[in-house]
């Protein structure tokens, strides 16, 4: 594998992974690896970049107009901006949870199964499996498994945001977006997001964005820091939060105006 | 300052019960004309009676509310797919640009007066009809046709404000998970405006069921139950319209009780679209 040979491990890499909004540089040249079957967790004041960064990673700032890309973001083996690369496949390897749940106007069981769908799952006894095995997935099934016809609205936030997260895992992904999953959430409903994290990290590589640095701080195993666009520091989290390298770091995670 | 806010307060109160106040009688006229006819023939012999031939005492109106039933479900047949297909092309795929200049002309046909679309079905869609499927051509067809593009305004521009109301974040979620847009309208986008475009579809079909000029000068106006949609047909607007002008006595009378049998149609459309229209809301 040459060059990669010291990204062993990495699921997604960022190589000198530049994004321009019209001639504005939003990104200026990133180089971060993702870790497997570990939680990644992306820090940065607001306008950082680092919702662009994760966006980047499954193509969502496609939809935005005047978006354009330079460099790679490499998963497995593939650049995913190669113009060979389809869509529905990254999409459904790579999946996102954004930062208000998601649930749609639908049954709790349509939730999951519209993903499957879309994959071109057709067999009513296959959805049945995805379904339940995507709701165990996130230790919602116990809870919803009688009510799988009724409306998800109906759930509370915690449990929609679970609902997305067992959409996006319907998929079979190995790779887990979370855009800020908890902040229209209460703080037990976040702790309890974070016990289920924490499951999911034994079967995927997980990246978070977060505004929140105590969540950073329990919830990850390593933590890129950004500002302005560009990575100032990557690390394990314990390190980044104990003895930060960069003086700008230390300023943020302490609180301080950087 | 508060006297002169006390009398804005009371000349508004009185505008608006103006406007109740026709309503109420107009249904107060509709119903005490046609209500001495009910007790003379009976309901169930004009409802159910197939022969309309006023100069020898025969007053069956069902020949007429087939009329407005099969052209109306022409109409839709007609106008809900096309308006729904432009709406979900207006909101979903067309650039932001172009939706911009084509929803309003859309919007225009909506003032284009009704006699002109009867014109152009009277001069184009009638002898086509007559030329190539063979008939008369003033027909079921030549009416459902027009009463389907007359409709289209309604379908296109509710139909558009109800997918528009969907949240982009749905079609986000959905976009993420693979989808490519047409699954994302398909799965997500549709099911979440259902009630929205019902609600247009229905104030369609009262669109198409109240619509009178543009019927009768493609419609041929026979009092006969259509057996295909080459038939010529009179719906009950047009009932009223045709024969107003000379009817007196007993046959007045009857034209006033099938007013009396659309204002049911037509305010029992009102309240099923109310209800889907609030049902969106909440």
Partial sequence: MGTESMSAGAKVTAKDFRLYYGDFLALKGLNVDFPDKSITAIIGPSGCGKSTFLRSINRMNDLIEGVRVAGEIVYQGTNIYDPSVDLMWLRSRVGMVFQRPVAFPLSIYDNVACAPRVQGVRKRSELDEIVERSLRGVGLWDDVKDDLKKSALGLSLGNQQKLCIARAISTNPDVILLDEPASALDPIATLVLEDLMWKLREDYCLVIVTHNMQQAARASDYTVFMLGGEVVETGPTRQVFTNPRDPRTERYITGKLV | ?282
């Fill in chain 2, 1 to 282: 300052m508060n006297r002169k806010e006390k009398f804005a307060e009371v000349v508004l109160t009185v505008v608006g019960l103006t406007s109740v106040a026709v309503l109420a009688l107009i249904i107060f006229f509709i119903f005490r004309e046609g209500a001495p006819f009910f007790a003379e023939v009976g309901l169930g012999s004009f409802i159910g009676g197939t022969k309309w031939s006023p100069g020898k005492g025969q007053f069956g109106v069902l020949p007429m509310i087939a009329g407005s039933f099969f052209v109306t479900l022409g109409a839709l047949v007609i106008g809900v797919p096309l308006g729904l297909g432009c709406a979900l092309y207006l909101s979903e795929f067309a650039p932001k640009r172009t939706a911009a200049i084509l929803k309003p002309l859309i919007e225009i046909l909506a003032g284009i007066p009704s006699v002109v679309f009867g014109f152009i079905g009277l001069t184009v869609i009638v002898p086509l009809i007559r030329d190539r499927l063979g008939g008369p051509g003033f027909s079921v067809l030549a009416s459902a046709l027009v009463l389907g593009i007359m409709i289209l305004p309604t379908m296109v521009s509710i139909s558009y404000d109800a997918l528009r109301a969907v949240p982009q974040v749905y079609r986000e979620g959905m976009l993420a998970v693979g989808a490519n847009r047409w699954q994302a309208v398909t799965s997500v986008v549709l099911p979440a405006a259902r009630s929205g475009i019902l609600a247009a579809g229905i104030l369609s079909m009262g669109r198409a069921v109240g619509e009178t000029m543009a019927v009768i000068m493609v419609a041929g106006n026979a009092t006969i139950i259509p057996g295909s949609v080459l038939d010529p047909v009179r719906t009950l607007t047009s009932n009223i319209a045709l024969e107003m002008g000379y009817a007196a006595g007993l046959h007045r009378q009857a034209l006033f009780a099938t007013g009396v049998v659309l204002f049911v149609i037509i305010g029992a459309l009102n309240i099923v679209a109310r209800s889907f229209v609030r049902n969106r809301v909440r």
